[in-house]
Each structure stands twice: as C-alpha cells, then as structure tokens.
C-alpha cells in the first residue's frame, strides 16, 4: 500500500508548486490520497496519524486514527505549524500492515 499524494498544491505568485495547508476555525486540513487495493473485500481503510512517528516501517502505532471508505481523505482539526506523520491500511475484516509513511507541516 503506497501513499501517493500527501497533500493540496496550489500554484504560487511565481507559478511555482507550493503545499498547502489550508486552515479553518477548527485547524487545518490534510488531504490524503493513496493507490487503492486490488483485493476482494475491501471495505476500507484506516488512516493513522499523529505529531509523533512510530519510526518502525508498517507499524500502525500513532495517536489517531479514522476510518475512510474510498482511497482518499481529509483529516481535520490538525494544529496549524505543526509536523504531522501519516500512514494508511487496508480493512477487510483483519488490518493490514501501515503503508510508508509520509509527514507534512500544517
């Protein structure tokens, strides 16, 4: 399971590619995407994270986790100027191993 984008680019002044962390009343945002399962049964997957990393690839061990149904989400309410570390399993009634991780700063 690979993670393919982490999060929103946006064009800069200069037409440079920039991140961006959008921030709201509640946080701000990361939008997650990743190459789907090609398996049967799938039902979803699990995104973890958290401001701290497991450092132990296909670990699952962080502070959150919310359940998405297709291949992408937002997680919100995240501190803005903070180092966030993301992974993501596959559900199919038994967890998969984490993907590899990716981190952004919100």
Do not use: R
Request: aromatic share 10%; proline share 8%.
């Amino acid at each position: 399971l690979t993670l393919v984008l982490l999060f929103l680019t946006g064009c800069g002044a200069d037409g440079e590619q920039q991140p961006l962390s959008p921030v709201s009343g509640n946080g701000a945002l990361v939008s997650l995407v990743w190459d789907s399962v090609n398996e049967p049964g799938i039902v979803g997957y699990y995104i973890h994270y958290g401001k701290q990393s497991p450092n132990a690839p296909g670990s699952c061990e962080y502070d959150q986790t919310i359940f998405v149904l297709s291949p992408q989400g937002i997680v919100t309410g995240l501190d803005p100027g903070s180092m966030y570390y993301f992974a993501v399993n596959a559900y199919n009634g038994a967890l998969g191993p984490c993907s590899t991780e990716v981190q952004t700063q919100t």
